[in-house]
């Protein structure tokens, strides 16, 4: 029995998930974990996926954060325009949209940071394995 992807290469295991036999190199490439590097690439791929509907969602989150603090920053200038009782809760409630709008915004965007970080990692991982089977050589 000899490897899918490396057609002169003696198998070594059977990939969990298609069944397929592959070779040490596949094997090792896939960091031992049983599935052959195809089914490597399918699991990047769905993570992939994932992680650009988080991004998404923190992207949204963000937007809805800054919209939400423009209107209390709106009330709180309205506030402060009604005379000198009104200045202070002007102020406070500018204050007080602005830290948590500041606190939104640096949660958020460490998430959004880390799901492009992570895709772009994903994307390459992709590539790697795309070249690897199309080439069909054991250099992966
Ligand atoms: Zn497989
Ligand atoms: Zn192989």
């Not at 992680?51 to 709106?74: C, R, S, T």
């Not at 200038?77 to 000198?84: L, N, R």
Request: hydrophobic letters at 45%; charged letters at 20%; proline letters at 1%.
């Amino acid at each position: 029995m000899y490897c899918f992807i490396h057609t002169d290469t003696e198998a070594a295991a059977v990939c969990k998930k298609c069944g397929k036999a592959m070779c040490h190199n596949c094997s090792a490439y896939s960091g031992n974990t049983g599935i052959c590097p195809a089914c490597r690439k399918e699991e990047f791929e769905n993570e992939r996926s994932q992680n650009y509907i988080y991004k998404k969602q923190e992207i949204k989150g963000i937007v809805v954060a800054a919209v939400i603090a423009l209107i209390v920053l709106i009330i709180g200038i309205v506030f402060m325009t009604w005379g000198d009782y009104f200045l202070y809760a002007g102020l406070i409630v500018l204050g007080v949209g602005i830290i948590v709008f500041t606190v939104i915004f640096v949660k958020k965007s460490r998430l959004l940071k880390s799901y492009i970080d992570r895709i772009v990692y994903l994307t390459q991982e992709i590539e790697k394995i795309d070249k690897a089977l199309s080439l069909g050589v054991a250099q992966i």
